[in-house]
């Protein structure tokens, strides 16, 4: 079976999805499968191999198709550049697939498959990370469509409510690299390594510090440690990741609420982050309520936080709970810094429990690697 995979991404980019796109390109492919990644051919931030930067086998071909890029133009609206960007991608995506028709498309792009929908195209599979308000402008689309991937059950349910057949659509949640957070090193020796503070309970956020411009609750994190530093002064905040207007946002935030006991770490790359969630005592997500947060998502970090064996702090959502309950987590009301803070000491005061939850999670968690994702999406192609 030969598969082309589309992403209209910067490949690699320093964004999550990137993550996901690699991992699955690598798993579809550890099953026997060829498959080629069309990406645009684009200047990015991140200049390096990607096999090296995502940390997969170089066992699939990256495709860089030409494309007009005024994505980083300042002068460029936003909106303009994404509108030109994506028909000069989606037309070179047209162009080399009619000349190397694959058996399989597959993509979480649907303006590009909606250019490239119809036709005796080769089947395709459309995997989705929100549902598109303007559902219309995709109805002709759907119906080309030979089956939808979804990330959460609500999400299979918005498309039952839409008229698409039940046996089109498969729920699978995104996955981790569970080899990635076998370091084998103490989490005293990574924090030495990484210069984490070594006598405090580091309460840990890692992650993008905001998502298409949306908070992701850090900032109720930040307050939150008020109440936790206050109840117990061996308490450190460790926020890890970008962009640096963020970080600088939360430390201001961190200095007016007088935190005594703070790290704040710039964008690091993916394959660094198990050693930072490895050296922490909790994990935490404090997504707030928003209907993508609660009904769309699924988080790679909520996997990376299983497979690392630590107590995690979850807000309540019911993304969350199709993965995450109270013997995996502690789950806490959204928006709320003091419930938020609560949760956080309970894991700190009952270690006993904190060890319950965590041990649940790790072995939950095996449930989730990206190559039975991929096995799990390739049966349901066949």
Avoid at 6 to 21: D, F, L, Q, S, Y
Avoid at 331 to 348: E, Q, S, T, Y
Wanted: glycine share 6%; charged share 25%.
């Amino acid at each position: 079976m030969r598969l082309s995979f589309i992403a209209n991404i910067r490949m690699p980019t320093e964004k999550a999805h990137g993550v996901a796109v690699a991992k699955m390109c690598a798993a579809f492919a550890n099953a026997g499968v060829e498959v080629e990644l069309l990406a645009p051919l684009r200047k990015g931030i991140v200049d390096k191999n990607p096999f090296e930067y995502y940390g997969v086998r170089e066992n699939f071909r990256i495709k860089y198709l030409p494309c007009v890029d005024f994505l980083s133009v300042a002068w460029m609206p936003k909106i303009i550049g994404f509108l030109i960007e994506a028909v000069s991608f989606s037309s070179s995506v047209k162009k080399y697939l009619a000349l190397n028709p694959p058996d399989i498309i597959y993509s979480r792009d649907e303006f590009v498959l909606r250019k490239i929908a119809g036709g005796k195209r080769p089947k395709i599979f459309w995997e989705l990370h929100a549902i598109p308000k303007k559902w219309n402008l995709y109805k002709n689309m759907a119906v080309a469509v030979s089956g939808f991937v979804v990330l959460t059950v609500a999400m299979k349910k918005i498309l039952l409510e839409k008229g698409i057949a039940a046996e089109k659509i498969l729920v699978a949640p995104d996955a981790v690299d569970l080899r990635s957070f076998d370091i084998g090193k103490s989490k005293e020796e990574l924090r030495k390594e990484l210069n984490l503070p070594e006598n405090l309970k580091l309460i840990t956020y890692v992650g993008r510090l905001e998502t298409m411009g949306k908070a992701k609750g850090v900032g109720d994190l930040v307050v939150a440690m008020k109440d936790v530093q206050a109840a117990y002064p061996s308490s450190a905040l460790c926020l890890v990741g970008g962009p640096k207007k963020m970080i600088e946002e939360y430390r201001g935030l961190a200095e007016k609420l007088h935190l005594t006991n703070t790290v704040f770490v710039d964008y690091i790359e993916p394959m660094a982050v198990p050693a930072y969630e490895l050296a922490a005592d909790v994990l935490v997500m404090p997504f707030p309520w928003s209907e993508h947060y609660g009904y769309f998502m699924s988080p790679l970090k909520m996997f990376e936080y299983m497979a690392a064996k630590r107590p995690i702090v979850a807000t309540e959502l019911p993304a969350v709970r199709e993965i995450l309950n109270e013997k995996s987590a502690v789950i806490v009301k959204p928006g709320d810094p003091a419930d938020l803070a609560r949760g956080i000491l309970k894991v700190l005061r009952d270690e006993e429990a904190a060890a319950y939850i965590a041990a649940n999670a790790g072995a939950e968690v095996k449930k989730y690697s990206w190559d039975k994702r991929a096995a799990k999406i390739l049966n349901f192609i066949k």
